[in-house]
């Protein structure tokens, strides 16, 4: 079946740090890849999104490239801010059919540093 | 309201009661899905709703789990003969047309079930 495997957390940097996140995925076909956010005290946000291939998604500074060779979706930012801190879920859209649903990993704590 | 909304946002119950929790989507979205987020673990699909059909209700755990949109907007997720381990806080999304590789699912904010 399909699943999402991202790092553990939490992650700790200091503002203006490089960020990576890692996740990797498995699934028949080519599904959809996403990632979501979870601001303290708010309900999940999509960050961006990629639907094929060699395909890079991008939003506030983040990015992340639909890599089908290694099955991964990695995100990036050059420089994070304290306002980054935050809960990071990398996920995938099932597709085929009538489905529609996402399965998501089980969430990266970004934590930030002045 | 703009964004998606779920009552109540705490719920508490004895094991072996019925619960209901309602997800109000955000106006004209033909699409809503339902999550189960345990702690220290993302978000479990539970079934997705295309207007007032399940499209697909593969992810509910058992019998004792069920939704309904009847009107194809409120939907209600109904919990039979709970158990502890149902414990979680249960997410609602909706989005414009279903189809995510395509449109957004925006995400209210979640109940807090807590099983004791």
């Known amino acids: 079946g399909n699943s999402v495997t991202q790092m553990e957390g939490p992650v700790t940097l200091s503002e203006e740090a490089f960020l990576t996140i890692n996740c990797t995925y498995t699934?028949?076909?080519?599904?959809?890849l996403f990632w979501y956010v979870q601001y303290p005290g708010e309900g999940l946000q999509l960050l961006l999104k990629?639907?094929?291939?060699?395909d890079k998604g991008s939003n506030k500074g983040f990015e992340a490239t639909y890599r089908k060779e290694t099955t991964s979706f990695h995100l990036e930012k050059g420089s994070v801010q304290v306002s980054d801190s935050a809960v990071y879920f990398c996920?995938?859209?099932?597709?085929?059919?009538?489905?529609?649903?996402?399965?998501f990993g089980k969430g990266t704590h970004l934590i930030i540093q002045p | 309201g703009a964004g998606v909304s779920q009552t109540p946002s705490n719920k508490v119950t004895e094991k072996g009661k019925y619960v209901e929790l309602r997800c109000d989507p955000i106006?004209?979205?033909?699409?809503l899905y339902w999550y189960r987020q345990s702690l220290g673990q993302g978000p479990e699909f539970l079934i997705y709703?295309?207007?007032?059909?399940?499209?697909?209700d593969s992810g509910l755990p058992n019998d004792r789990f069920f939704a309904v949109r009847p009107e194809g907007s409120v939907s209600t997720l109904k919990i039979q003969r709970t158990e502890r381990g149902d414990s979680a806080v249960y997410l609602c999304?909706?989005?414009?047309?279903?189809?995510?590789?395509?449109?957004?699912?925006?995400f209210g904010q979640g109940t807090r079930l807590t099983v004791v």
């Open positions: 106006s004209g979205h033909t699409a």
């Open positions: 990629a639907t094929k291939a060699d």
């Open positions: 709703f295309q207007g007032t059909g399940a499209a697909d």
């Open positions: 699934a028949t076909g080519y599904p959809s």
């Open positions: 996920a995938l859209r099932k597709g085929g059919g009538g489905a529609d649903g996402l399965t």
């Open positions: 999304a909706s989005s414009l047309s279903g189809s995510l590789q395509n449109t957004e699912a925006f």
